[in-house]
């Protein structure tokens, strides 16, 4: 896409999940965030469309603006087709299907349980009419059969104790049965479950690829479109047109529309199956990971202290991507401020 051509007419926006605590070198994951569940994968790319808005840009002849307008208008138009009923994706089982899918597998494990409880039962009441028989005994026959008793006792001994293994290894398969269920019923959001999670939102300039605010939220997989629209408020620059966002649960709200109405910009939801309309602040996140991945930190306040000092420094070195190839963000900024 086109960049804008003056700063604070059209910022990029994205949210960047970084884990809690990391090690050193450790890789930070893509994290997906934008169903309102983290997903520690990066899902495939739909398929390739020969048409799609963005291709306005291609345009010479139109200002960025004239540009912008109908790109606005198509993408709003791709919202209001989402809202018809899709149909049922079947590639994918159903977490019914999922569960279904473990009953039967669980069926036999459960009718292999009831025959072994069984011959259980069975051996109990034969030796608990084997132990009254001898206690039955006069005591001259009882020394006679105390050998064979012993040795029935022993085999008695033995059979109980495989019985106790029994159980423990049956609480651990259930556990394991349970664990299953579970996973299944959280759906995606299971995926990162394992671990703590914090959620920075990407501010960049769409001109001149300033950052201008790394706002941190502490909740993580919960942060919500009250916080993210809240932080937004602070930093948006007075003449601001547009703002980029992808379609995510955390910026396509009625507190971001609210927001835009009030501030007096577009809102432009980026095309689905074309990420790279937003591309900005996508390169920008990538930027960001690789330059935490060399850090190690042990909870937000070490990661906040790391990102403070990651703003300035991306904003001062030489970046190939601008009108001007070599000059910083802050260059270009002033460079144009002065023009």
Avoid at 277 to 288: D, K, P, Q, Y
């Amino acid at each position: 896409m086109r960049c804008a051509e003056q700063p604070g007419q059209a910022l990029n926006i994205d949210l960047c999940f970084v884990p809690e605590t990391h090690a050193a070198q450790e890789k930070l994951p893509a994290v997906s965030g934008s169903s309102g569940h983290l997903v520690v994968e990066r899902c495939a790319a739909g398929e390739e469309r020969s048409e799609w808005p963005g291709q306005v840009f291609a345009d010479a002849e139109l200002s960025y603006e004239d540009a912008m307008q109908p790109y606005v208008q198509a993408t709003r138009d791709g919202l209001v087709q989402h809202r018809l009923p899709r149909p049922v994706q079947t590639e994918e089982p159903s977490t019914w299907q999922a569960e279904r899918q473990g009953q039967v597998e669980r069926y036999p494990v459960m009718l292999q349980r009831k025959q072994e409880d069984a011959a259980w039962k069975a051996a109990k009441t034969r030796h608990r009419q084997a132990h009254l028989a001898y206690t039955k005994l006069a005591k001259e026959h009882r020394i006679q059969q105390q050998a064979a008793w012993q040795v029935e006792q022993s085999a008695w001994n033995g059979l109980r104790q495989a019985h106790h293994d029994q159980l423990q290894a049956r609480k651990l398969e259930n556990a394991a049965w349970h664990q299953r269920n579970r996973l299944i019923k959280q759906g995606p959001s299971a995926l990162s479950t394992d671990r703590s999670w914090i959620a920075i939102l990407v501010v960049t300039d769409n001109c001149t690829r300033q950052c201008l605010r790394l706002p941190m939220f502490r909740t993580g997989a919960k942060v919500t479109a009250q916080e993210v629209s809240s932080a937004l408020r602070s930093v948006l620059p007075p003449r601001l047109q547009f703002l980029i966002s992808d379609q995510g649960k955390h910026f396509r709200n009625q507190l971001m529309a609210q927001l835009a109405r009030e501030e007096e910009f577009f809102h432009v939801l980026v095309y689905r199956h074309r990420p790279q309309s937003n591309g900005i602040a996508e390169r920008f996140v990538l930027t960001l990971k690789d330059w935490l991945r060399s850090l190690s930190w042990q909870g937000g306040d070490e990661l906040e202290r790391f990102v403070q000092r990651f703003q300035p420094e991306y904003n001062d070195r030489p970046h190939q991507g601008l009108a001007i190839p070599g000059l910083s963000p802050n260059e270009l900024a002033l460079r144009i401020w002065l023009m």
